[in-house]
């Protein structure tokens, strides 16, 4: 139970953290610019709470699928390890994990870019791009978003059930 929990509270960050920038382009910025855009700090949050929140979610499935699994396989499991005490800290270290693997977006992702032409700006916000290597966000870590996100979760659930 405390599992779906976790998967629903991801599930709704992850909706807001993804339709909030169509919401804000689209209904309330008359020049249809994107919400990363207007700022550095908002650069770096979004697109965190945007990895973080999908990673977390499809964890959390997978927790689920894991968890019945070995509940069907092993009878102690639910007596032991399987007891709600302890979801919470295997939520938390899912959490942890997850977090300290995307921790790089809130430092590394995004700069500014100064004299922006294309904009007419004195100054304009490269979001998912590092001054050093443009494509930091696109491919590179796209690459290592959908191993974490769907191949290793999709496999563990494939197995469990």
């Known amino acids: ?84 005490n302890y979801v919470i800290y295997i939520i938390l270290i899912v959490t942890i994990i997850i977090v300290l693997i995307n921790s790089h977006l809130l430092f590394l992702n995004g700069y500014q870019q100064s004299n922006c032409i294309p904009f007419e700006k004195r100054t304009c916000i490269i979001c998912y791009s590092h001054p050093n290597d443009p494509y930091y966000i696109f491919p590179k870590w796209e690459k290592i978003h959908v191993i974490i996100y769907n191949l290793i979760p999709f496999s563990i659930m494939l197995i469990s059930n």
């Not at 998967?7 to 382009?25: G, R």
């Not at 689209?26 to 908002?42: F, G, R, T, V």
């Not at 927790?63 to 009878?75: E, G, Y």
């Open 1 to 84: 139970m405390r599992y779906l929990i976790a998967v629903a509270i991801a599930d709704l960050s992850s909706l807001y953290s993804w339709n909030l920038n169509l919401f804000y382009k689209h209904l309330i910025n008359p020049y249809q610019n994107d919400l990363e855009d207007s700022s550095i700090l908002l650069c770096r949050f979004i697109s965190f709470m945007a990895f973080v929140s999908l990673q977390l979610s499809s964890w959390y499935l997978t927790l689920v699928s894991l968890d019945r699994c070995l509940n069907i396989h092993f009878l102690f499991w639910h007596r032991k390890i399987g007891r709600a």
